[in-house]
């Protein structure tokens, strides 16, 4: 009978083996587990494993205790690894099953590979958030003093409106921004859950599979490779040279080594070298990183570097605004206890004959309403709302593009990135390696004909060399045509070439022959080895595999084709170094293999491996792979170039392949001279000043060492460059984390880079950085275009209100009407302006690089002229416009509003181009944008003819209209005109010339 063990209670040594009836089952498990919890015993009961539901809810505490509190006493009462193996009825070769019913079961039992996350704010409390802008309190207490006097002055039919109205008003402004804030924080938590969930290489039924960390149960036998994050708590199976970085958990720094002897692997630490097989004892909250990540809690909203600028910008126009206010309200203090100001019907409001302590309180609240109003008008808060909207929008279109943000504040740094420093293998290239050379000894032999043309013992070797000196896998079955082959590229690739030329039997060579200890491939060694034991003559050999001209630094002799050793002297490795040469240049990656005889095994210290030898090799062979460039790259290459952004490649392949493969994308041209091809150790040997030097002109560094990449990194930023890395390994996260941007590999990279950067390129390719760099652009662009546009209204609505006060002693706007005008500036304007996509003009400029000013002259030039515009006409309405139309002061003051929106609303047409001329250019792929124009302008016409005792306004006829949007329609040629204006630092220096020719040839001709 099948079985599966579940081990139980805390000590004990009970055994007791279940009946096959589900309902004695079930009997049995409760009384057992009752009697003996008492005992405080162990208890181990086998049950059938098709019953492992009637498991839900019991106790087992000492599977995930083993590991947190690291048990190996209890792990050997077990009977180690296997013995947990087969008490979890799992297979350290074949895994558990697939069968989505264990799965669930297995998940219903012993929980789930996730942990409770803190609960995203409700709508209410961004409603509430809202609410406690001091300004808006100030005016709702305004509202209800109005309100209040409203109504013993006027009674309860007629004296509501005032106060209400503005109340209202204050509530549709709050709902407005809660709604947008509450979409804009759902969407990041979204992002944050796809940031976490990765990706775990198990093994069920025998295969290798890809699955999500949240899918990882107890049970499963997880295979962990440098770069890997260890998805739950377990313990190790079997593996070489394991080693984990646990200073995430404990704070150590120095590398653990895992094995038999120390077997523990704890939930979210690194694998730094070496590789194994794990099997899953505990996940979720039943670790010790689960139980740490569910007391943390995760603020998405953090502010970016912009949204800090933009805080500080909003203070001043804040303070400037509050300055303007205090002087409003003095003003009009003054103006009302001296009879200056009247009434609708013309009476003095102050009168010192006939005034109350009630009309003089009234008096007061109005004229504090409207300084608070001016305030609320001035200070823009929809800045870090339109920060929020375009960075959720860019962020939501870049995950369609392949791009997963990790950090909020890089979607800002794109748009700066002066230098791009990247990978080669994947990021370049496809990543799709196929052996196109092989050489034994000095003959080239055809990749398809290699075991008729060469001796069956080199074969026998070089399947070794391929089938165990790898962390790939075989797996095939009669069902299969075609073997599926897992790994790297290159590991695929060569195994794949292995079992379709040479004819490679896995199952076979696992069979024959005993790995007894692995040297893991790293960056620095740049090769990896085996010791093997023959099985049929107890023979040890050493098998290295790695870059060509490493391994052949370390060969003595060669094999030739017919099975011969000859002895490798000067000419003859010069000869390979020829043929390595030759491969490089054609852009084909040179793997060699060789191999050495160990007669005895080498003597080290107790409980330490054997160590494998490296000197004194024979050569097996030489492989090239192609691995061809991505077929948009180039276009990609060049469109950096038109950015201004330099693209340098920091690759370890040797300086030819990288030379050729740089040109074939286009990061350096034919014989140029300015272009410099370096290797790392060569840039590492230079002195700081050298390095200084050369750093910009660098745009290939071959054979790099993560110190190297991380060297260039450093000098560029010190040449005040904004930098952008690329990288997949584990080794690249120093870099990652000291570059301006870090963009990780999703597909290649490991967890550890990904842990690094702060962008996730999904499909690991150069197009897609690209994107990601036109998307930064188009966040800082569209910040500076919603910027422009809303200090123009609050430029022109402080004046108007000053110079209005101080004249004739009113405000033209009533609250309510600036409130509306502060929504449309703010969430409506953030709406329609924050929501443009990258246009092929952001690609041309060049980067703004650390030093760009956020407002900078094009938009001083833009929105100057605009406000005075705006000034003027409203101040010329406002003094004379009832005697120009013929109107009552209240109609004056509805024209003069409705002219003050229409002027804002085509003054945001003007503001979706900061410099070119033509503001419609695509304007109807940006639907959001229309949308907010049609909704403001159908609001306004209902504020206007319908909700005239909410906004004050009175209706207008079609002539009036007409005067209102014809004048605010000459916002549009005016932006044209603006234009034309240069914005060099000294203009009109840069002009004189010209109207001096100008001049002279005119006069000359008279």
């Known amino acids: 009978m099948d079985y599966a063990s579940v081990f139980l209670a805390r000590t004990g040594s009970v055994s007791l ?36 539901l009637l498991l839900k809810g019991i106790d087992h505490q000492p599977f995930h205790h083993l590991v947190k509190e690291k048990r190996a006493e209890d792990l050997h009462e077990l009977g180690g690894a296997s013995g947990l193996i087969a008490k979890l009825n799992s297979d350290s070769n074949n895994g558990i099953s ?66 209400v109205s503005i109340f209202l008003a204050v509530f549709l402004v709050t709902v407005v921004s809660a709604v947008s804030n509450f979409k804009q924080s759902k969407r990041f938590d979204k992002l944050a859950s796809e940031c976490d969930n990765i990706t775990v290489t198990v093994v069920r039924e025998s295969r290798r599979q890809e699955i999500s960390i949240f899918d990882v149960v107890v049970g499963d036998v997880v295979l962990l490779n440098i770069g890997d994050q260890v998805p739950a708590d377990g313990v190790f199976i079997e593996g070489h040279s394991l080693q984990v970085d646990e200073s995430s958990m404990t704070g150590e720094t120095h590398p653990i080594d895992i094995s038999e002897r120390e077997p523990f692997l704890t939930s979210g630490v690194k694998v730094v070298d070496g590789y194994a097989r794990m099997l899953v004892t505990a996940v979720g909250t039943d670790t010790e990183w689960g139980e740490m990540m569910k007391t943390i809690t995760h603020d998405n909203n953090e502010a970016t570097p912009l949204q800090e600028r933009l805080q500080g910008l909003t203070s001043n126009i804040g303070k400037i605004g ?114 196109t050379q092989f050489w034994v000894g000095k003959e080239l032999v055809k990749t398809k004909g290699v075991v008729e043309s060469v001796d069956t013992r080199v074969i026998s070797l070089l399947c070794q060399g391929v089938g165990l000196n790898t962390t790939g896998s075989v797996y095939q079955n009669n069902s299969l045509s075609v073997p599926e082959i897992s790994g790297s590229p290159t590991e695929k690739a060569l195994l794949y070439w292995a079992v379709s030329s040479l004819g490679m039997d896995t199952d076979a060579l696992k069979r024959g022959s005993k790995v007894v200890h692995v040297e893991a491939f790293n960056s620095e060694k740049k090769r990896s080895g ?35 050793v000859y002895n490798m002297d000067f000419d003859q490795k010069s000869h390979f170094e020829r043929i390595i040469e030759d491969m490089a240049a054609s852009s084909l990656r040179c793997i060699a293999f060789a191999c050495k005889n160990v007669e005895e095994m080498a003597q080290t210290n107790e409980g330490e491996p054997p160590k494998i030898d490296d000197e004194g090799l024979v050569l097996l062979g030489l492989v090239g792979l192609k691995d061809p460039c991505r ?3 180039k276009a990609a290459i060049e469109a950096c170039k ?42 590492r040997n230079c002195s700081p000043d050298k390095q200084l030097e050369i750093a910009d002109k660098i745009r290939v560094m071959a054979r790099s060492s993560p ?58 390719n150069f197009n897609t950085v690209v994107t990601v760099m036109s998307w930064g652009r188009c966040v800082y662009n569209n910040i500076q275009k919603f910027i422009q546009f809303q200090l123009t209204v609050n430029v022109a609505a402080l004046v108007i209100n000053f110079i209005s006060v101080v004249v004739s002693g009113k405000v033209p706007l009533t609250t309510v009407q600036l409130l509306w005008v502060n929504l449309i500036m703010d969430t409506m304007g953030a709406l329609a302006l924050a929501t443009d996509r990258p246009t092929k003009e952001l690609m041309k400029r060049k980067p703004v690089g650390r030093t760009e000013p956020l407002i900078t002259r094009v938009m001083w030039r833009n929105l100057l002229p605009q406000a005075l515009f705006q000034v003027v006409v409203l101040l010329v309405f406002q003094f004379k416009g009832q005697q120009m139309f013929d109107v009552t002061e209240k109609v004056n003051n509805t024209i003069i509003f409705n002219t003050f929106v229409f002027c804002q609303v085509f003054n945001e047409f003007n503001s979706r181009k900061l410099e070119k001329k033509n503001v419609f250019e695509g304007i109807l792929r940006n639907k959001m944008f229309l949308a907010i124009i049609v909704v403001t302008i159908l609001l306004q016409v209902l504020m206007v003819e319908v909700l005239r005792r909410f906004a004050g306004t009175q209706m207008l006829n079609w002539e009036q209209w007409s005067i209102c949007v014809g004048i605010a329609a000459i916002t549009w040629p005016l932006g044209w005109l603006i234009k034309f204006i240069p914005v060099n630092k000294k203009p009109f220096r840069r002009m004189l010339p010209r109207w001096r020719s100008y001049m002279h040839a005119h006069v000359g001709t008279l």
């Not at 009997?27 to 208890?43: A, D, E, G, M, P």
């Not at 049929?536 to 017919?562: P, Q």
Request: glycine share 8%; hydrophobic share 40%.
């Open 707 to 764: 110190f190297d990449k991380l060297l260039l990194v450093q000098c560029l930023k010190k040449k005040g460059h904004v930098v952008a890395v690329t990288g997949d390994g584990t080794n690249d996260a120093p870099a990652l984390k000291e570059a301006d941007v870090g963009l990780s590999m999703g597909i290649q990279g490991t967890e550890v880079a990904k842990e690094s950067s702060d962008i996730v390129i999904l499909d690991d």
């Open 530 to 564: 085996v010791l093997i034991s023959e099985n049929a003559n107890r023979k040890f050999v050493a098998h290295w595999k790695g870059a060509a001209e490493m391994i052949l630094a370390r060969c003595t002799s060669y094999y030739d084709n017919d099975g011969s």
């Open 642 to 683: 038109r950015a201004g952004v330099t693209v340098k490649m920091v690759t370890g392949d040797n300086v030819f392949t990288a030379r050729a493969i740089a040109k074939e994308c286009g990061i350096i041209s034919e014989n140029s001279e300015v272009d410099v091809v370096v290797e790392g150790q060569e840039f």
């Open 322 to 435: 509050i300055t303007v206010a205090a002087l409003v309200f003095t003003v009009l203090t003054i103006r009302y206890f001296t009879g200056s100001t009247k009434d609708e019907n013309g009476v003095r409001e102050f009168d010192k004959h006939k005034v109350s302590v009630n009309n003089i309180i009234s008096g007061l609240v109005n004229i504090f309403q409207q300084a608070v109003t001016i305030i609320v008008v001035a200070i823009p808060e929809g800045l870090p709302l339109a920060v929020n909207l375009t960075l959720a929008f860019s962020m939501k279109r870049m995950m369609k593009d392949n791009a997963l943000v990790r950090n909020l504040s890089a979607c800002e740094t794109m748009g700066s990135v002066t230098t791009i420093c990247t990978d080669k293998t994947g990021t370049l290239t496809l990543n799709r390696m196929t052996v």
């Open 631 to 633: 077929p948009e790259v």
């Open 98 to 163: 697939s069968d989505n019913d264990e799965i669930r079961t297995r998940k219903e039992t012993f929980g789930t590979n996730t942990y409770p996350k803190k609960k995203p704010k409700g709508f209410f409390v961004h409603v509430w958030e809202a609410l406690s802008d001091p300004f808006l309190l100030l005016l709702a207490g305004c509202a209800a003093v109005s309100l209040g006097f409203g109504i013993k002055e006027h009674g309860i039919k007629n004296g509501w409106y005032d106060g």
């Open 17 to 52: 083996t279940l009946p096959q009836k589900r309902w004695r089952i079930a009997l049995t498990v409760i009384i057992t587990c009752h009697t003996l919890r008492k005992q405080n015993q162990y208890v181990s009961i086998d049950i059938p494993s098709k019953s492992f």
